[in-house]
């Protein structure tokens, strides 16, 4: 059967059984009044429904209440973090106590590393990729630097072998077995942003332990994206942003994961402000700090509402979906149908550098177009309707999100992508 046809594609929108939540989002249109093919979400997901809805709520509020909508209403701003603690930690494997929301990713990164990263003469490295994304290279070479180490002898880069595209675990695995005496901290991402690459971060995760080495991760590519268990997999900590997968608008507050077994170490080194002092006692306005017995004891300040009230909205959405599972279930396929489409039509022209296996990807699929310019190209089929992103040198970036994406969107992206490659 010839897979790459509308009418099959359409066949497949009609069997899925959340197709209908295409509908809970604003689609971007063209020119022409038709819908974009939006694979950008990997990069900014498009906005839910419910958004508004919520944003205005708690503008009512402020307008009707003002600073008394810190206790009052149906979501006092006080606490409002807690009400996205649940859903958050269903997204990432972990008991509510172990996430909270704040502050920006790269941020969050910085305030993980005063805890987690404490180097000694014997024990400094950074374990970190080499073709990470840039905001975590200068998170880490900076946290080197400060603790007056060099960056050539303290960031210890992993590559992939000459000639591959991907790091393979083994690699991995043996770095730490081999070197896991010299490092301090191991800081991966969850998913590789330029090849879309899933890394093992269970077993990363047992042999940095083994070594007696802190394993950390930024889940950018991963959080609503990937089924994950940081809690059974005994990560010490993560943090991921929640405008890609998560849907929660540009510059939207970030989430960070400690797990428990650091909550109740008071000489675990860390940077304290009020929001992270116990709530028992904030308001009696004394200067001893006690942290609360939870991930929020790494928070600084109050957040921003609307910023948090965004986040609801999506989790909210993710939610009436059926959860990140019900969502990995549809992307798997989803991602599998594209690939199948790119390679029947255009394996001459293209090559997919993201691995096949399910294990090792996500909802994003990283194309080399191997004729011709392959910014020219993407310009190309910016220009017909397709939103994607390009990365220098030749990689286009496309992300079939299960959320808002049909395979008639991957049909079509692939029948775009293919007049501009004549």
């Not at 549809?330 to 599998?336: F, Y």
Request: with cysteine.
């Amino acid at each position: 059967m010839n897979k790459f046809t509308l009418e099959y594609a359409q066949q497949l929108d009609a069997q899925d059984p959340i197709a209908h939540m295409r509908d809970e989002f604003y689609i971007p249109k063209q020119d022409n009044g038709e819908d974009e093919i939006y694979l950008c979400g990997n990069s900014l997901g498009l906005q839910p429904k419910k958004t508004s809805e919520y944003l205005n709520y708690e503008l009512s509020q402020w307008q009707k209440l003002g600073v008394k909508g810190h206790f009052s209403g149906d979501y006092p701003w006080m606490p409002y973090h807690e009400f996205l603690a649940d859903e958050s930690a269903k997204l990432v494997g972990a008991k509510p106590s172990e996430v909270v929301c704040m502050n920006s990713l790269t941020a969050n990164l910085h305030f993980m590393m005063v805890s987690f990263y404490q180097p000694s003469a014997k024990r400094h490295k950074i374990l970190i990729e080499d073709h990470a994304f840039p905001s975590d290279h200068y998170a880490v070479e900076s946290q080197v630097k400060f603790h007056g180490y060099d960056p050539k002898e303290s960031m210890l880069l992993v590559k992939p072998r000459d000639g591959e595209d991907t790091i393979r675990t083994s690699d991995l695995l043996k770095i730490i077995e081999e070197q896991g005496d010299e490092i301090a901290l191991i800081m991966l991402p969850g998913v590789q942003y330029y090849t879309g690459e899933v890394f093992d971060m269970q077993a990363i995760t047992q042999a940095g332990h083994a070594k007696g080495c802190k394993v950390g991760f930024d889940l950018a590519h991963a959080a609503g994206n990937l089924v994950m268990s940081l809690h059974d997999w005994q990560v010490d900590f993560a943090a991921w942003c929640s405008y890609k997968y998560l849907n929660s608008g540009p510059g939207s507050v970030a989430g960070c994961f400690v797990h428990e077994k650091h909550h109740d170490n008071k000489d675990l080194p860390r940077f304290a402000g009020w929001w992270g002092h116990d709530k028992e006692t904030r308001f009696e306005m004394e200067n001893t700090f006690i942290p609360m017995q939870s991930t929020e004891a790494w928070q600084l300040s109050n957040p921003p509402i609307l910023s948090l009230a965004a986040i609801r909205a999506s989790l909210d959405t993710v939610k009436m979906a059926g959860g990140i599972e019900t969502l990995r279930k549809k992307s798997i396929k989803l991602s599998a149908y594209l690939r199948e489409i790119l390679m029947q039509e255009l394996s001459s022209q293209i090559s997919i550098i993201t691995p096949e296996s399910e294990e090792q990807s996500g909802a994003q699929l990283s194309i080399i177009v191997n004729t011709g310019d392959g910014k020219i190209i993407f310009d190309e089929i910016e220009a017909k309707g397709v939103t994607c992103d390009f990365r220098h040198p030749n990689v286009i970036r496309v992300a079939p999100v299960p959320l808002y994406n049909s395979y008639t969107d991957a049909y079509q992206f692939v029948s775009i992508l293919k007049e501009a490659l004549v």
